[in-house]
């Protein structure tokens, strides 16, 4: 059974960090390139990062020089480690493959606010 986890998540003053995880069961991640997004309320669901299989990676204009993307294909397990969090952050956190996307899961809730 295809499971996606993601965990981490929380509420943290501006300016804060956070690390998120995503682990999968049921599929591989090595050898596909990963990704986190996120959707704030009322809004369409939106790239934040991804990461080649070499470990290459891209993140979006937004979150650039804040946010670092990481896996480790031997746990199946990718990370976004998040800095200097700002309110527009708040959305519940998604990871999956950038192509050929497996079912979502159920995400995790970040809310920067003081």
């Known amino acids: 059974q295809v499971q996606l986890v993601e965990s981490g998540g929380g509420l943290v003053q501006p300016g804060g960090s956070l690390r998120l995880s995503c682990v999968g069961s049921g599929v591989n991640f090595s050898g596909r390139v990963m990704g986190w997004y996120r959707q704030a309320p009322g809004k369409e669901r939106e790239f934040v990062a991804r990461?080649?299989?070499?470990?290459?990676?891209y993140y979006a204009n937004s979150v650039k020089d804040r946010f670092t993307i990481s896996r480790d294909d031997t746990i199946n397990t990718v990370y976004l480690q998040m800095n200097s969090l700002k309110p527009d952050d708040t959305a519940v956190y998604y990871c999956n493959a950038v192509v050929g996307s497996w079912p979502w899961g159920r995400g995790t809730q970040v809310t920067v606010s003081s």
């Open positions: 990461v080649l299989r070499g470990g290459t990676t």
